[in-house]
């Protein structure tokens, strides 16, 4: 049958809410009389399709790509964890680290 996807209830209800905008556009702007109901209706499925946009990637590949570098960089310069400072206090003269003595 083919590679199938198996569809997410959230990507059901996307495109089911993007797909009756459209149709609500679409039938607003060639079925209806001109006036203020069609306008409104229009102009309301033209925000309800722009508004579903804003969450659309939100924790997909895209966004966790980023955040995958991000999270590199961050552990490559990340301070070691444990005793702070790694080292005895004791050995810090005038602000310098000072090698104990052989």
Same mark, same amino acid.
């Given at each position: 049958? +083919? ?11 996307? $495109? ?22 069609? +306008?409104? $209706? ?13 969450? /659309? ?24 964890? +444990? ?13 310098? $680290? /000072?090698?104990?003595?052989?």
């Amino acid at each position: 049958m +083919g590679n199938k996807r198996a569809r997410n209830p959230r990507h059901v209800v996307y $495109l089911a809410v993007r797909g009756g905008a459209a149709l609500t556009f679409v039938l607003s702007a060639l079925l209806l009389r001109e006036g203020t109901f069609a +306008g409104l $209706l229009c102009m309301g499925a033209g925000l309800v399709a722009m508004l579903t946009c804003l969450g /659309v990637n939100a924790g997909g590949p895209g966004e966790l790509a980023g955040a995958t570098a991000q999270r590199r960089a961050y552990e490559r310069i990340r301070p070691p964890q +444990g005793d702070w400072p790694p080292f005895d206090p004791e050995r810090v003269v005038n602000g310098e $680290l /000072v090698r104990p003595d052989s």
